[in-house]
């Protein structure tokens, strides 16, 4: 019998399936996968010692592991396209009614998907909720210049608390 990880891997890799079907306005073929030892031999030769690396000192590895371990249901995507890693999102997938992203980051490298990021993590985290049953995606403690863009860009709507955003959330 498959261990939780594996049997919501199953429903992860049918959301890269479907969101990948999804991405031809972006013009490349688009690889959509968990977090496996390609993903982190390209994260060490391309992200981990960039100057321009805006999160140097955060960890993918550790947080993704810990993801793994206390949530089999995390969410997490990488995204690659022509021999690049391009992008990593991951977040929690425990909650009843809601999926979330946490983590979004971009290669430091220049890459062709550039700017197309977020919308790729979006999609990709929209079908794994329907997947899921769920109703909400949730993007955890967005800057405010994303909050703005998901708002304008996909219907999300904003959670403040102090005067910062807490999360945004789209129904699904």
Sequence with gaps: MPNDFSR????????YQFATSTLGYIGHQV??????GEVWRLFSQQWVHHPGRQFRGWSW???VQEDKTDDPSCFQVAIQCQHQLCGLATG???QARFCSIEFIEASPEPHVLKGAITDICIQTAVVYTKL???SEVRVDRPT???ATQLMKRYGFFVVSGQG???YAALAV
């Design 132 to 134: 899921l049953n769920r």
């Design 92 to 94: 929690r997938g425990e």
């Design 31 to 36: 690889l959509l996968t968990e977090f496996d």
């Design 8 to 15: 919501y891997s199953a429903v992860r890799h049918r959301a």
């Design 61 to 63: 590895p550790s947080v």
């Design 164 to 166: 910062v955003a807490q």
């Design 144 to 146: 405010q210049w994303l």
